[in-house]
């Protein structure tokens, strides 16, 4: 799939939806639970069918990245699947500490 910025994309597993802030190059596979993410705010599952392996959260307002394609993604709507890009799982994103106003 070949992603865009602000692109919609929705779980086939579980509740999970994303909008992508930053998309990775070319054509990727983004996985919620062990599955390919779909284009679109409708999600199909309701996690039961997740495999134990692929269990893992995302959370709402909680950006994950993929540090070696560039990949951020926002989560608007939370779920049990476990994100991950071409089989290598999202990392969450920090936060960015503020400068100190001595």
């Known amino acids: 799939m070949i992603l865009k910025v602000g ?5 086939a597993v579980d509740g999970t939806t994303l909008v992508v802030l930053r ?4 054509d990727v596979t983004l996985t919620c639970g062990g599955v390919q993410m779909s284009e679109g705010k409708t999600t199909s599952g309701d996690g039961t069918s997740i495999d134990a392996a692929h269990i893992g959260g995302a959370l ?16 608007t709507k939370p ?7 071409g089989g290598t ?3 969450l994103k920090g936060a960015t500490p503020l400068p100190s106003s001595d």
């Open 7 to 11: 692109q919609s994309l929705a779980s």
């Open 23 to 26: 998309p990775a190059e070319g």
């Open 60 to 75: 709402i307002g909680k950006r994950y990245v993929d540090e070696a394609s560039g990949l951020e993604v926002l989560c």
């Open 79 to 85: 779920g049990q699947g476990q994100l991950a890009l």
């Open 89 to 91: 799982v999202l990392v």
